[in-house]
């Protein structure tokens, strides 16, 4: 099963889902709301500038692409910082059950986790505000806008459920609906 993205509904998801920072190298650790700093990020560019600053996120969910362009040079450097490799599709404009298995199972891991989806990643922030523990923090890239960071808490998973309640579809892996 999957979940998939009305068109309707696509311009409310192309909002920023937390706090817009204009720039990533403003970006500092008073950024990151929780004590044990559990942080996420989805996008391959937002991904590598947090490495090259020396934040290496616990969970990092990729797609081998900048603003829909091919980069194999930063996918091979994000690479190099992770100790786990979990490979999923996903087709753009949906979550899938295997892309939320494979989220879920890396926030269960002890291990740093990259996730590396075929397809599209993008959408990966609507599992990933759902299933992560409250106190996580979640970074994604706005296209030419900047960084959007997403303190995970009680409002932004009250918010996510009304977001998946307006998706077509249904997951098998869908938990706590």
Known sequence: MTLKLRKKDRKELKKPFGRLINDLSKIDETQFSSSNNKLVSVGDYTT??????GKIPFLSII??????????????????SYEEEVNVKNPPGHV???LVN??????????????????????????????????????YGQPNEGVVVV??????????KKI????????????NN
């Open 96 to 98: 899938t059950d295997e």
């Open 164 to 175: 998946i309640k307006k998706m077509e579809g249904k997951l098998n892996a869908d938990k």
């Open 63 to 80: 797609d081998g692409k900048v603003e829909r362009k091919e980069k194999p040079e930063i996918e091979r450097e994000i690479k190099k």
């Open 48 to 53: 590598f500038k947090l490495i090259k600053r």
């Open 151 to 160: 303190d995970i808490n009680k409002d932004s998973k009250k918010s996510i």
């Open 102 to 139: 494979a989220i879920d199972k890396c926030l269960a891991s002890d291990k740093n986790s990259l996730l590396i989806v075929e397809g599209e990643e993008d959408l990966a922030v609507v599992p990933v505000v759902k299933l992560a523990p409250i106190g996580y923090t979640l970074m």
